[in-house]
């Protein structure tokens, strides 16, 4: 029998299928660097580059978004209005050859021998006997410093941590854009976004902590009605205060005497230059007349430490803030502003929040405003981490009434970024969770130590927590060891509605303000206080897709402590590695199908010929 040609080739569309299930082209939004990303209503072009600049004393060489026009470290500042799209072009010009290297195993062995001060190395007395027996999770050691991507922290935009962006792909790998590679970010801005203060910083898994401590921070307004209606009540001296913990090292390098420390001197607050600065100044000050209101966008960008907000007039400041502190307003926190300001003497700040203050001062003066009293509480009891510092100055001169506000703060009253109708309600939680931050002491295992997400480090190709759009979700979030750990969820918000702690507000005053909170505050990083807990009602939107959850101690990140999320539905994917012997009988039987089709086609080609031949002489001997 011969095969009609009008017949589906079935050994073709056989071998078709099994290679459509094995290979798959997944979609990028990496581009040529010789090509635009143009296509939003607002558009940036954003450089990582490595950049030599003045930075305290010192000449500083590190990673920075910021350009050679610049005089500041931080990349250029972004807005956008609700309702637009913005497009951003990062351009990775990273240089291979700046350090510090990524620390190895044996870097981890050497500092559990020597840890050079009380820190966390001398808790934990057993130690490997040398670098040969320590296992390692490769996925949760600091590496790949000069690979880099984007995070607009804060913002309800689409998910963007995985390839491409909006991914619904449970494969999809982290965003990680190598030197001389460009990336595309294209976002959509809700009509109903929120205005207010927002930031933007580097998210690749492994090399964040490293990145920040050099500087790669940048500002994000979206546009809103608060700044009108400040000045509408006469408060025109705005200024941003932005805390940065870096981690330095002094260099002998002909061009510069300042770089980044290494990764494990960092988070250990070993490094011998480990300043807290604002706006990348030590002890910045700022004038203000007596009477005039000076309101301050301030953004904690810290990456290992947290941070008070206190204000004394000078020389009062090692004086207890309950008897000495300078009383100031909160108008708004983590981008979404209040209806009414709320007054307070002391704030405790971790890295990621926002806070917009308003200060006000009665009589002229120089007065300071503090970090102190975190020392013991951020991590198991260790005093001298972090260290007291005094923040910035403020000038405050004779001023006439002109510069007063209209009416007193306590009476001012603005457009909330979120009605109240807006609030969660507990008929709205679809479900509960819970959310374990740990720490593990496995002296054989590096990272060291290792930090976990219910037990367990960060595995990229696992989808950890699932949500949907639109839902309410409550997660407790514990707090298993003495340390502090800043919560952080993507592109959502939650409100907090329990926060409590095994400490004593006694020993550790200042856990006090952690532990007053508004359950009506919207937030997108909220501190899980030592041996603790929170609880929290996350209100999910309409962007779907894998993103992460996380500590927004960067160092713990990268060493373990964050947790994918999945959005809505996932995308079907087929894993080879799910399905070998699948794929094995496949190729075994797309050959045999071939094989047997060409020997099925030349019997039939012989048996055509033989046919036509016995009718050919058939017919003559007829004639």
Same mark, same amino acid.
């Given at each position: 029998?011969? =095969? ?20 798959? &082209?997944? !979609? ?35 990673? /920075? ?10 990349? $250029?500042?972004? =807005? ?19 350090? $510090? ?30 670098? *040969? ?23 309800? #935009? @689409? ?6 962006? +909006? ?50 921070? +940048? ?30 090292? *002094? ?62 007039? @000078? ?20 981008? #979404? ?13 971790? +890295? ?55 009416? $007193?703060?306590? @009476? ?13 309600? !507990? ?18 295992? /590096? ?5 976990? #997400? ?9 989808? &950890? ?6 839902? !309410? ?9 003495? &340390? ?110 071939? #094989? ?18 016995? &009718? ?8």
């Amino acid at each position: 029998m011969i =095969r009609d040609p009008r017949d589906p080739p079935w050994n073709t569309i056989f071998l078709l299928l099994c290679t459509l299930a094995v290979f798959t &082209n997944g !979609a990028t939004n990496f581009i040529p660097c010789s090509d635009s990303c143009n296509s939003g209503d607002v558009n940036y072009n954003l450089v990582a580059s490595v950049r030599t600049m003045p930075m305290m004393n010192y000449t500083y060489r590190g990673r /920075t978004y910021s350009n050679s026009t610049s005089p500041s470290f931080m990349g $250029p500042t972004m =807005r956008v209005k609700p309702g637009q799209s913005l497009s951003i072009k990062l351009t990775n010009n990273l240089d291979y050859n700046l350090g $510090p290297n990524p620390p190895t195993a044996a870097d981890y062995w050497k500092m559990l021998q020597n840890p050079g001060e009380h820190i966390k190395y001398q808790r934990y007395k057993r130690r490997a006997p040398d670098p *040969s027996h320590m296992k390692v999770d490769h996925a949760n050691m600091p590496h790949d410093f000069q690979t880099t991507n984007l995070h607009l922290h804060g913002l309800d #935009v @689409e998910v963007h941590m995985f390839d491409p962006v +909006g991914t619904h792909n449970p494969d999809a790998p982290h965003i990680a854009i190598q030197p001389g590679e460009c990336y595309c970010y294209n976002f959509n801005v809700p009509d109903h976004h929120p205005g207010g203060m927002y930031w933007y910083h580097p998210h690749v898994h492994g090399a964040t902590a490293i990145q920040m401590w050099s500087g790669m921070i +940048g500002l994000l307004y979206v546009d809103g009605p608060l700044e009108a209606e400040l000045q509408e009540y006469g408060i025109t001296n705005t200024q941003e205060f932005v805390i940065w913990d870096p981690a330095f090292r *002094s260099v002998d390098e002909k061009n510069h005497n300042l770089e980044v420390d290494e990764f494990l001197l960092g988070q250990t607050t070993l490094s011998k230059i480990h300043p807290f600065l604002v706006n990348g100044e030590q002890t910045p000050n700022f004038q203000v007349g007596m009477g005039e209101v000076l309101h301050l966008r301030a953004l904690c960008a810290t990456i290992e430490n947290e941070n008070t907000f206190i204000v004394y007039p @000078e020389g009062m400041e090692h004086n207890s803030w309950k008897e000495s502190a300078i009383p100031f307003w909160v108008i708004a926190s983590d981008g #979404v502003t209040f209806r009414k300001p709320r007054k307070k003497i002391i704030m405790v700040m971790s +890295g990621g929040q926002r806070d917009e203050i308003l200060l006000q001062f009665d009589e002229p003066g120089r007065y300071v405003i503090s970090q102190q009293g975190i020392q013991g509480m951020q991590f198991f009891d260790m005093r001298g981490h972090p260290h007291d510092q005094i923040l910035a100055t403020i000038t405050v001169s004779e001023s006439s009434d002109e510069s007063k506000p209209t009416v $007193p703060i306590s @009476e001012m009253e603005f457009t909330p970024g979120y009605s109240e109708e807006e609030s969660i309600k !507990a008929e709205d939680i679809a479900g509960s969770e819970t959310i374990v931050f740990s720490m593990g002491a496995d002296f054989d295992k /590096t990272p060291f130590p290792q930090y976990y #997400v219910n037990g367990q480090s960060f595995d990229p190709n696992k989808i &950890n927590f699932h949500a949907k759009p639109g839902e !309410a979700r409550e997660y407790t979030l514990i707090n298993a060891n003495h &340390n502090a750990h800043p919560f952080h969820i993507h592109v959502n918000r939650f409100q907090v509605k329990e926060v409590g702690s095994e400490l004593s507000t006694e020993v550790y005053p200042v856990l006090e303000s952690v532990l007053d909170f508004d359950p009506d505050i919207w937030r997108d990083t909220f501190m899980v206080p030592p041996n603790g807990r929170t609880r929290i009602w996350v209100q999910y939107k309409n962007y779907t897709g894998k993103t992460v959850l996380h500590c927004h101690f960067l160092a713990h990140e990268d060493t373990g402590m964050m947790a994918t999320l999945f959005i809505g539905e996932q995308d079907w994917v087929f894993r080879a590695k799910d399905h070998i012997q699948w794929i094995i009988g496949c190729m075994i039987g797309t050959v045999f199908s071939s #094989v047997g089709l060409i020997l099925h086609v030349r019997r039939e080609k012989k048996r055509v010929y033989s046919a036509v031949a016995m &009718n050919e002489l058939k017919s003559k001997a007829t004639d």
